[in-house]
């Protein structure tokens, strides 16, 4: 399936790893302009380099700013070119107990989740709309509705999203623009692989079995009882940015293997 993607510039937030990364390469495989970002300098040459690699012909640049820091994200506001797709996709979250959990921290989280998408989107809708074309699609979790108790920050940022995404979309009515949201359930990133791994280690158990009572005892309302590939979330996030799909607008749409439950 050609996805027309190929006269369109790509902006993905916290992308030189992970879900993210994934992205950038399937929008360069579909022939988009991408520009990539992460907090410093040299992660984005690295992750930039990575994608020369696989594509020596591809459009990539890399432009690093820190979503926690406001200073950084203005910088990089300035410097962005004429966007079409916008994946706000960067994300942090902190498992700690409610009671210990300091202001700071959730405002740190509140600033990177939230506040990125809210900036970007404010600078690059309204151009968006006077070309009467473009995408913009937040990365939100399945933590959004189940809440585990030891990320209520971070499932409330990724709520917060959903709202923020919704509105936005609204504000579309009669362009061919479009706002969505994707929502990844647990999803196997670099930082997901490490967390098998170190609980394997710890345990004496193979990965896989680690991975197995995670289904068992943690994501019990996970239908996929596995975690996603970065691929399989990708797959989802171009596919909604493509000119195919104009007729999704406003939508969240799951790739969460089933665990958050309900027909909708
Ligand atoms: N993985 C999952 O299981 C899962 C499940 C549901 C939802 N999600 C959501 O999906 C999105 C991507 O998750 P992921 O697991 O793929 O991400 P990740 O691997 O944890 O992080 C992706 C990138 O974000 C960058 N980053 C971190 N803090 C940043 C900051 N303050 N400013 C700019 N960049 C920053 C990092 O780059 P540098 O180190 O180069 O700065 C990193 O490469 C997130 O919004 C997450 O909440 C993930």
């Not at 990575?50 to 012909?57: G, R």
């Not at 890399?62 to 070119?81: M, R, T, W």
């Not at 409330?156 to 936005?168: E, I, P, Y």
């Amino acid at each position: 399936m050609d996805l027309k993607l190929n006269n369109k510039t790509v902006f993905i937030t916290g992308s030189t790893g992970g879900i993210g990364f994934a992205t950038a390469k399937l929008f360069l495989q579909e022939g988009a302009t991408v520009f990539i970002n992460g907090r410093y300098q040299h992660s984005v040459d690295k992750a930039v380099e990575k994608l020369v690699t696989q594509f020596p012909k591809g459009n990539i640049c890399g432009i690093p700013a820190d979503f926690s820091k406001k200073e950084s994200v203005s910088a990089l506001i300035k410097q962005l070119p004429t966007i079409d797709i916008l994946i706000n996709n960067v994300g942090i979250y902190k498992g700690t107990s409610f009671y210990e959990m300091p202001d700071e921290e959730w405002t740190e989280q509140f600033e990177v989740n939230v506040m990125s998408g809210v900036r970007l989107s404010r600078q690059l809708l309204p151009k968006m709309m006077d070309k009467n074309w473009g995408r913009i699609i937040f990365i939100s979790s399945e933590c959004a509705t189940l809440v585990p108790e030891d990320l209520i920050a971070y499932s409330m940022t990724k709520t917060a999203m959903l709202a923020v995404s919704r509105g936005l979309a609204q504000m579309t009515k009669g362009t061919n623009v479009t706002v969505n949201t994707v929502i990844p359930g647990s999803t196997l990133s670099e930082g997901a692989e490490k967390f098998l791994s170190d609980v394997a280690e710890k345990e004496s158990k193979s990965t896989a079995q680690v991975e197995a009572e995670f289904f068992t005892n943690v994501r019990t309302s996970s239908l996929l009882q596995r975690f996603a590939s970065v691929e399989e979330v990708a797959n989802t996030i171009v596919y909604l940015s493509s000119p195919l799909a104009a007729a999704t607008n406003g939508a969240a749409i799951k790739v969460d293997g089933g665990s958050m439950g309900g027909i909708l």
